[in-house]
């Protein structure tokens, strides 16, 4: 299993204006980056692509789960830096 570099109870601590939905996509997404060592730059490029995709077509609501998925976790790390 895939550690994660903050636990999500950290991070709600930390940044209360995350929801639930907000720390699963982190979560899901963080896994999935990290779980490949020598993949992690494609897989985090591939999500920030599925992110702009889903971002450009969200008024039409032609999404896919995974670009939905790698919005919501752009939309987290948003809430994070912000």
């Given at each position: 299993?895939?550690?994660?570099?903050?636990?999500?109870?950290?991070?709600?601590?930390c940044f209360p204006s995350?929801?639930?939905?907000?720390?699963?996509?982190?979560?899901?997404?963080?896994?999935?980056?990290?779980?490949?060592?020598?993949?992690?730059?494609?897989?985090?490029?591939?999500?920030?692509?599925?992110?702009?995709?889903?971002?450009?077509?969200?008024?039409?609501?032609?999404?896919?789960?995974?670009?939905?998925?790698?919005?919501?976790?752009?939309?987290?790390?948003?809430?994070?830096?912000?």
């Amino acid at each position: 299993m895939t550690q994660l570099p903050v636990e999500p109870a950290r991070l709600r601590t930390c940044f209360p204006s995350l929801t639930d939905e907000d720390v699963d996509a982190y979560v899901a997404v963080t896994k999935r980056v990290l779980a490949d060592p020598r993949s992690r730059g494609r897989a985090m490029a591939e999500v920030m692509a599925a992110a702009q995709r889903a971002s450009e077509r969200e008024a039409g609501g032609e999404i896919t789960e995974d670009e939905r998925l790698a919005l919501r976790y752009l939309r987290a790390v948003g809430k994070m830096q912000g």
